[in-house]
């Protein structure tokens, strides 16, 4: 019996690569106006190797992008690439179509929703607070809970303890199949990949369901509870 269902947040929930690209161009183009000089070519490029080198929630990006450029910061430039990322971040922060519907529907039929996510634990609240989602999950386990990024077992064997749920008794659904997927089936979960939000151009997820739209949730679901 599925009791609960646990979602990977960006890309599953959240259009995340839409909503950072969208920010960083924005930034980008406001550091440049604001006394930058170079190319919003070679800024991106710049941009691309610290998120690489450091990971894409890096935080301190723009400070980093400025040292390495002019050897200081300029806060006239620094703080216009903040405004401008924050502003276009809230413009581009929606849910994938039909999620909010969906997550309401589950917790209709009863069910528990969660999030593992290996973002920080504030920039994951302030994503589902902006999307008015935080009332909406009865856990969430973030990178700042577990310290451990997926696959790791540790943020899914967390999740279950606050769930206070056996693996068998949830589904997860994410994105990326060498971290969502691999990570959940580890514990035991059953797992659905998310192709609507998967970047790779996965063939092979290796998830029992693989959907192209999070309102199929529902019928599966469904079908696994009328089969017990």
Known sequence: MIKAVIFDLDNTLVDFMFLKSSAVNAAIHAMIDAGLNHSSE???????EIYKDRGI??????????????????????SAGIVAYRTAREAAL?????????????????????????????????????????????????????NERKPSPVPFNLALERLNLKAEECLMIGDWAERDVVGAKSVGMKTVFARYGDTFNTLNPGSDFDIKDISELTEIINNLNNKI
Do not use: C, M
Not at 42 to 48: R, T
Not at 58 to 77: A, N, P, R, W
Not at 97 to 124: F, M, Q
């Open 42 to 48: 070679f800024i991106q490029k710049k941009v691309d």
């Open 57 to 78: 929630e890096y935080q301190e990006v723009f400070d980093k992008l400025l040292i390495d450029l002019t050897g200081k910061i300029d806060y006239k430039i620094l």
């Open 94 to 146: 929606k849910p994938y179509p039909k999620v909010l519907p969906t997550l309401l529907t589950l917790i209709k039929n009863g069910l528990k929703l969660a999030v593992v996510s290996d973002a920080p634990g504030k920039e994951a609240w302030l994503r589902l607070s902006y999307l008015n989602f935080h009332h909406l999950f009865d856990v969430v386990v973030t990178f700042s809970d577990s």
